[in-house]
């Protein structure tokens, strides 16, 4: 091939170049080619340099040899790292135009120059031609290899998964720069091996950007988002200034979180940072993660400022709405991207039928499905199909979604089959769903979720007998449980609802069937199984910026004085200890306030919650308010803010699950009821 084109006639050079070369080059190489000389072994470099692809380059060096202008290794290692840079289209990994070139330094005496040494390394491993980088670099590792050809060699194995290899020529190097460490580390983070990867960061005798970048990927890659925080904030205190892909990933570690306020935080310290010159992928990792927290309004926000927006821009935006009440709006985003000139992608329509099935939207989910095969020409994968079976079977229509999934042209995946035996338990399809449900068995007998779910169908129809047959084969089998997913949860978008009324539902269902009384410790046993206790929340205590109590999440089971008095689900109003027409005598101060709130706080048991005050400073409490029986974990947080006023901010939430039957809401409203009559007043009617 390669010598084919260097034997070309001139007419071919030119057609090679009009196809090959982008309109910039080929202008500037037409010139040359029709004044019939090169003026300079300089311009022809200027050349190789902006060459677009490997055939190019071999048009410029033909033309240099015809006109005696001898390539020198600035010539060959730009004709090699274009070999590097290019996809090969052939069905070897080898590009013939790399021998070529390497062959011209032989002839010419360049091969052992460092530059096309690097170069031509560099090329072998973009071809996966790993046989042929270790033998070049062992003919120049003696005395011509430099810290980049020993840098380019530790990348190119941990690339091909050679990491053993790359750690022994890392250790090996005559010398290390702080890209030398990345390349190792970056090596580490990417294969999830954290541990080695931590310990080289430590090690570090410098580190910059792409340091902390890499770090904080594989932390986040590996689900390790609370330890990505913390490296985030070492990071900031140390001064370094993060690029974009160490913010992108710490934006992703706030999402997964669920962490609105680190979040936020993120945000405001990178519009600072960059000066509101954020990019597009920013942008959306930034609407994505608001979404994901809850924080809807501020994506709005983010969403409305962007001068650019891309495709994962609006999924971001459609997404996040349709996972914050949004539906409609969500699917209206559809025909606004498209008025934007953004087409939509297969991510799109996961988000839009995502819409559809959290309102039940059959019917326009059924047309958004077959609009995105015959009007956008998008095959649906295994996501698009478990979403639509999880529509039509939350909608009651379990037969139907059989034929759906009967009818589909490709190998159903076990998590469809998971989503209708879900739906047939939810609407009494006991005869459907145990069908499905075996047929998930055979298909995944080391699945224990699918006996759990032939289980608990029999239970939903009082055959006791037929769901202890099942466990005691789940237990036989000795298949593993798994860590708790849903069924369905490997296709279908899980809708975060671990709900409380599943567990209220099931207890009340469960008593009444079983017609017994639970002791003491069966109820015990019962709260370990479901954790109701929860797990204390990080972000509790007095926020720093700025000053003020946590906000609450996107679920129903919280109120807080720092929310806005727009959102009506958690906002609370601060109450006033010295109000204006109160029926006090006189004013009193802040600390007598805190010793009426505290014995309001000891004598009040809304629900016949247990009151536990767990920390308590000048301006600060916090309480615990436990349940008496299934040991249900409230957090109720009291602060008294700086300065004249006489208020007191509060909040009040749930630990466990996503609503709380207005619990924190009555909780607030007996204790201001309380504090009322010792003379205080609410800001506003509650």
Same mark, same amino acid.
């Given at each position: ?9 001139? =007419? ?119 046989? =042929? ?39 090996? +190097? ?5 890209? =030398? ?13 954290? &541990? ?5 960061? %430590? ?57 609105? #306020? ?82 939509? *992608? ?25 609009? +995105?095969?015959?009007?956008? $020409? ?43 035996? &879900?739906?047939?338990? +939810? ?7 145990? #069908? ?7 298909? #995944? ?44 949860? %490997? ?22 069937? $079983? ?5 003491? &410790? ?41 929310? #806005? ?18 029926? $006090? ?41 436990? =349940? ?22 509060? $909040? ?32 506003? *009617?509650?």
């Amino acid at each position: 091939m390669g010598r084919g084109i260097l034997n070309a006639g001139p =007419s071919s050079w030119i057609a090679a170049v009009a196809t090959a070369a982008p309109a910039s080059f080929r202008g500037a190489h037409a010139v040359l080619l029709t004044s019939g000389h090169l003026s300079s072994r300089a311009s022809a470099n200027s050349l190789l340099r902006a060459a677009p692809s490997p055939s190019a380059c071999a048009l410029i060096l033909r033309l240099m040899l015809l006109h005696r202008l001898r390539p020198d290794h600035i010539s060959l290692s730009f004709s090699l790292h274009s070999c590097a840079r290019a996809v090969v289209p052939t069905t070897t990994t080898r590009n013939p135009l790399t021998a070529l070139f390497r062959s011209l330094a032989l002839r010419l005496g360049h091969a052992r120059d460092v530059y096309v040494a690097n170069a031509a390394v560099s090329s072998y491993f973009a071809a996966s031609d790993v046989a =042929s980088a270790d033998r070049l670099f062992a003919e120049v590792s003696d005395d011509v290899a430099d810290v980049v050809t020993w840098t380019t060699m530790v990348t190119g194995h941990a690339n091909a998964s050679n990491l053993e290899q790359a750690r022994r020529l890392f250790d090996a +190097m005559p010398e290390r720069n702080v890209v =030398s460490w990345n390349a190792m580390l970056g090596a580490y983070a990417s294969a999830g091996m954290l &541990s080695e990867a931590r310990e080289l960061f %430590d090690a570090m005798p410098e580190r910059n950007a792409a340091t902390w970048s890499s770090m904080l990927t594989g932390l986040v890659l590996s689900g390790r988002c609370g330890e990505a925080l913390r490296v985030f904030a070492d990071m900031v205190r140390g001064g370094a200034v993060p690029n974009e892909p160490a913010l992108v990933s710490v934006v992703s570690a706030c999402a997964q979180l669920r962490s609105l #306020e680190h979040g936020a935080w993120v945000h405001a310290y990178a519009e600072q940072e960059l000066q509101g010159a954020m990019s597009v992928i920013l942008a959306s990792a930034i609407i994505g993660m608001y979404g994901k927290c809850g924080g809807i309004r501020s994506a709005v926000r983010v969403f409305a400022a962007m001068p650019l927006r891309n495709v994962y821009s609006w999924n971001a935006m459609i997404a996040g709405l349709a996972m914050n009440g949004g539906e409609r709006q969500a699917l209206s985003l559809l025909w606004k991207m498209q008025m934007a000139g953004i087409q939509p *992608n297969d991510i799109t329509f996961i988000g839009l039928l995502s819409a559809c099935s959290h309102s039940g939207l059959v019917n326009e989910g059924r047309r958004l499905f077959d609009s +995105m095969i015959e009007d956008f $020409r998008i095959q649906p994968v295994q996501q698009h199909y478990g979403l639509m079976v999880d529509l039509i079977g939350r909608s009651g229509r379990v037969r139907e979604a059989m034929f759906f999934i009967k009818s589909m042209p490709v190998e159903p995946h076990p998590g469809l089959w998971g989503a209708l035996a &879900s739906a047939c338990k +939810m609407h009494g399809e006991v005869e459907l769903g145990e #069908e499905v449900a075996k047929k998930l068995i055979e298909l #995944e007998p080391r699945h224990g979720s699918r006996y759990i779910l032939l289980s608990n169908l029999y239970g939903s129809a009082n055959r006791w007998d037929d769901m202890a047959f099942v466990r005691k084969i789940l237990k036989r089998r000795k298949v593993p449980k798994g860590t708790g997913n849903a069924v369905n949860c %490997d296709l279908v978008l899980v809708y975060n609802m671990v709900t409380d009324l599943t567990v209220c539902l099931f207890l009340a269902w469960f008593l009444q069937t $079983r017609d017994f009384v639970l002791r003491s &410790s069966e109820l015990a046993t019962l709260a370990a199984i479901f954790h109701f206790s929860g797990t204390k929340p990080s972000y509790l205590g007095v926020q720093k910026s700025p000053p003020s109590l946590a906000l609450c999440p996107a679920t129903n089971n919280c109120v807080s004085t720092s929310e #806005e008095i727009s959102d009506s689900n958690h906002y609370a109003p601060p109450w006033n200890y010295n109000p204006k027409d109160g029926r $006090r005598g006189k004013p009193i101060t802040k600390e007598e306030a805190m010793k009426e709130l505290i014995e309001v706080v000891t004598k009040t048991k809304p629900d016949n919650f247990t009151p536990h005050i767990v920390d308590k400073t000048d301006d600060y409490i916090r309480v615990e308010y436990g =349940s008496p029986i299934f040991g249900f974990v409230d957090d109720v947080e009291f602060w008294f803010p700086p300065g004249n006023k006489p208020l007191v901010q509060y $909040r009040s939430a749930s630990r466990s699950g996503f609503i709380d039957f207005n619990a924190n809401k009555k909780r607030v409203k007996e204790l201001r009821l309380a504090l009322e009559k010792k003379g205080w007043a609410s800001e506003s *009617n509650f």
